[in-house]
């Protein structure tokens, strides 16, 4: 048992006194998450189950919660709580060691633990994908800002030595390992980035990629940005349901409007390294003129 681990076993007992959530931001954060009602959810550095009661609303349709721990004191905890019910299973181990079942969850939520799995976040994101059914999600998730929670671990209150990064450096190590981004968020109270194990066919040879004339080499990355902003607007629908402060809210929007214009970006981009270098080879005078007309409108 390391140091860390220790740590865990002896907070147990006080960690909900001191656990401190905010049931409103939570049951948001579940509600956000679209999780299939009748889901297999993997709860990953479960802690004493602070999830269960939110997994349990989401799961209308039965489902079936995993708590997953090292520490067998937190699962203890957890037990006492909701006991042996068929809807929920308690295994003690190591993230970053246990072999999880291959294509079994659909979805697998860590909250609150990036700092302790920070430095086999890689090996730990691929375990994941791994175990995920296609369409299933791997969402790590905060119920604070990022500042405040690496703040926590620098000032050696707790252990835990990996600093939580800025969202787009996990969003790359979620695509990189085959994700697509769904949602991304760093606020002042929130940090969560969500990733669905997507099987994208591949357009066969000569076939389409975004337009109808030809293939394109950014079609992947266009459509995961695409997946990341509707996910992000979903957020920010949730927000105004919520009554959030404006200037917060408006300050999402202005973050979805340049996620745009930046997409659209490289969709021209991609269009002028394939279509345009051809339409102007072949002369081809109503597709330059169609481009022209669509810059106009992103630029203006
Ligand atoms: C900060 S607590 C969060 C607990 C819970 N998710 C919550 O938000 O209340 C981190 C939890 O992750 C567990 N943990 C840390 N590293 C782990 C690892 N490598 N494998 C399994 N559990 C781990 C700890 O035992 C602890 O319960």
């Not at 308690?90 to 970053?96: N, V």
């Not at 787009?168 to 968020?185: C, K, N, P, R, Y």
């Not at 066969?204 to 459509?223: D, F, L, R």
Request: glycine share 8%; hydrophobic share 35%.
């Amino acid at each position: 048992m390391n140091r860390e681990h220790v740590y865990f076993e002896n907070y147990a007992a006080t960690w909900d006194r001191d656990r401190k959530e905010d049931p409103k931001k939570l049951a948001w954060i579940i509600d956000l998450l679209a999780l299939p009602p009748d889901g297999c959810i993997l709860d990953a550095g479960s802690g004493t189950g602070i999830l269960v009661p939110y997994l349990r609303n989401a799961l209308t349709r039965g489902g079936h919660i995993e708590e997953l721990d090292y520490s067998g004191r937190m699962l203890d905890r957890a037990r006492q709580k909701f006991g042996t019910a068929p809807d929920i299973t308690y295994t003690e181990g190591d993230i970053l060691k246990v072999s999880l079942p291959e294509k079994h969850y659909d979805a697998i939520l860590c909250l609150n633990v990036y700092p302790h799995i920070g430095c086999g976040i890689e090996a730990f994101i691929k375990k994941a994908v791994h175990a995920l059914k296609p369409g299933g999600c791997l969402a790590i998730f905060h119920d604070q800002s990022r500042e405040k929670t690496n703040q926590v671990h620098q000032d050696g209150n707790q252990v835990g030595p990996a600093v939580l990064p800025p969202v787009d450096v996990l969003e790359m190590q979620f695509i990189s390992a085959g994700l697509s981004i769904t949602i991304a968020m760093d606020t002042d109270t929130l940090y969560l980035v969500k990733g669905e194990k997507k099987e994208i066919p591949a357009p066969a040879k000569g076939e389409p990629g975004i337009s109808s004339q030809h293939p394109h080499t950014e079609t992947k990355k266009v459509i995961n940005r695409l997946a990341r902003i509707s996910g992000h607007l979903e957020g920010i629908r949730h927000m105004v349901e919520e009554d959030r402060d404006c200037s917060e809210i408006l300050m999402q929007i202005s973050a979805v409007d340049a996620a745009l214009i930046s997409t659209g970006k490289v969709i021209l981009q991609d269009h002028i390294s394939h279509c345009l270098v051809d339409a102007v080879h072949h002369n081809d005078q109503e597709s330059i003129e169609k481009l022209q007309k669509a810059i106009g409108k992103l630029i203006k």
